[in-house]
């Protein structure tokens, strides 16, 4: 696993820290726009990519050398891999086995084991009067991870090394309105219920998503993983009649 870690960590290794804010509430996730241009123009209506032209600006909270440690740590079911389809769950050695052979990992609950991340998401929380938690995705180039899907919360992805094109769109069978391939430091707002589904390019990528929920989180990130396309059909079929 070392030397595994340490062929993804290599680039973070050469570059030089550039210092930036710390990063601990909305307000210094967000910048360089500000939580009134937020709020006014894509809070609950659409998605929107900021920018800061800082590579290094998430590194503050998580870095792969990070993740060295974390994985030996991580109790099991904090762990699972995505192979173009719904959470796969199962032992800690066959999940990073299988993550090793190319499939997309994914850490629940990383706040809990990273203290940055815990004080971000739990002022977050404080500040929006919501609830939050936090994934990391460790996902190897040109591999699907999730399958096209939507979540029940709203949604902030943060790009801390490799580069993840996005598509975003309304429904199902819609034409993406938002399409993009996300560098680091870049910060990704999804709305809770727009449809979206991201693929690595070039290299390995690692990101978090914090989600915020003003209901009970469902433990399930993916509302449309648990239904077979049989019964999405049906569904969307008994949802047109009302
Ligand atoms: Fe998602």
């Known amino acids: 696993m070392t030397t595994f870690i340490s062929q993804f960590s290599t680039l ?7 210092r930036t804010e710390t ?5 210094t996730l967000i910048a360089p726009l500000s939580l009134k241009e937020f709020f006014k123009k894509y809070w609950k209506k659409k998605a929107a990519i900021i920018a800061d032209d800082n590579p ?5 909270l998580l870095y792969w050398e ?28 066959n ?8 499939q997309t990992l994914h850490i ?25 938690k936090m994934y990391a ?27 993840k094109k996005w598509q975003v769109q309304l429904n ?33 990528s690692l990101h978090l998503t914090l989600g915020i929920s003003f209901n009970n989180f469902d433990d399930s990130p993916l509302e449309e993983s648990t239904f077979s396309p049989f019964l999405l059909k049906l569904k969307n079929k008994i949802l047109k009649k009302f």
């Open 56 to 60: 290094q600006k998430f590194r503050q």
């Open 108 to 132: 629940e609950r990383i706040e809990k084991l990273v203290p940055a991340l815990e004080q971000l998401s739990g002022q977050i929380a404080e500040d929006l009067k919501a609830s939050t």
């Open 66 to 93: 990070q993740l060295q440690n974390l994985l030996v740590d991580c109790p099991e079911n904090h762990l699972k891999c995505f192979d173009n389809g719904p959470p796969i769950p199962g032992e800690k050695a």
């Open 95 to 102: 999940l990073l086995q299988r993550w090793h052979q190319s």
């Open 23 to 27: 990063i601990k509430s909305l307000e």
């Open 12 to 18: 973070s290794q050469q570059q030089s820290y550039r």
């Open 137 to 163: 995705f460790c996902s190897h180039p040109n591999r699907p991870g999730a399958h096209l899907h939507y979540d029940r919360f709203d949604v902030f992805v943060l790009q801390i090394q490799g580069y």
């Open 172 to 204: 199902r069978g819609r034409k993406p309105y938002l399409e993009r391939v996300l560098q680091p430091g870049d910060l990704l707002y999804l709305p809770r219920g727009h449809w979206h589904q991201a693929v690595a390019a070039k290299e390995q």
